[in-house]
């Protein structure tokens, strides 16, 4: 009998080829051939799963997403129940920096996938989704904590929101080395403790 092929297993092993491709040699040189080498897979094999790098690079950007949300959750396990949303808040900011060998690789498809969407309308569409519905979750933490006094009252939930996903943006800077891992977390923490400060 032939071998039965797991179509999900054989696109997650072609992304997770497109991930080392893109953290070792940058998303210029993610070609779909280079990519087919990395994955071990021919190039007809590989086109049969995804037509464009584009359509690669979307679902390759969806499976780290969901790995991503995975390991938040699996941090919130070790928060207490329920937990503070100022410790929600710093575990999904740093889950978001390349603090660690797979969330750098996740960071740099992350710059990739953005970059590569500013040039494609299906991509930026699929791409300004997900980074609405992040930001709108981080505004109803914001609001709850406001409502439960952990935040205070004259705070504007929406310019809070916005400079909390600022701090993304530490991303490059670690990535290039103009900042050490541990002036990323001192920023986090201290502006955390700004932000969850009550009134008093």
Not at 37 to 52: D, K
Not at 129 to 147: H, K, P, S
Request: with cysteine.
């Amino acid at each position: 009998m032939p071998k039965q092929v797991d179509h999900h297993e054989r696109r997650t092993s072609i992304a997770h080829a497109l991930w080392r491709v893109v953290d070792q040699q940058g998303w210029a040189k993610a070609t779909m051939r280079e990519v087919a080498r990395e994955a071990g897979v021919s190039l007809g094999q590989l086109q049969h799963y995804f037509s464009s790098r584009a359509e690669m690079l979307a679902f390759a950007m969806e499976f780290a997403s969901e790995q991503t949300s995975h390991r938040v959750a699996q941090g919130l396990i070790s928060l207490g129940d329920p937990p503070h949303p100022r410790d929600v808040l710093r575990l999904t900011l740093t889950e978001l920096l390349p603090l660690r060998p797979d969330s750098r690789a996740t960071s740099r498809m992350n710059a990739a996938y953005v970059l590569e969407a500013m040039h494609d309308s299906s991509l930026r569409e699929q791409v300004g989704l997900g980074l609405r519905d992040g930001r709108a979750l981080v505004e109803r933490l914001i609001r709850q904590a406001m409502n439960d006094g952990q935040i205070r009252p004259d705070c504007d939930p929406v310019i809070e929101t916005n400079l909390v996903l600022a701090l993304t943006g530490l991303a490059p800077l670690l990535d290039l080395n103009v900042i050490e891992p541990d002036a990323a977390l001192a920023a986090i923490d201290q502006h955390l403790d700004r932000l969850f400060t009550p009134a008093s």
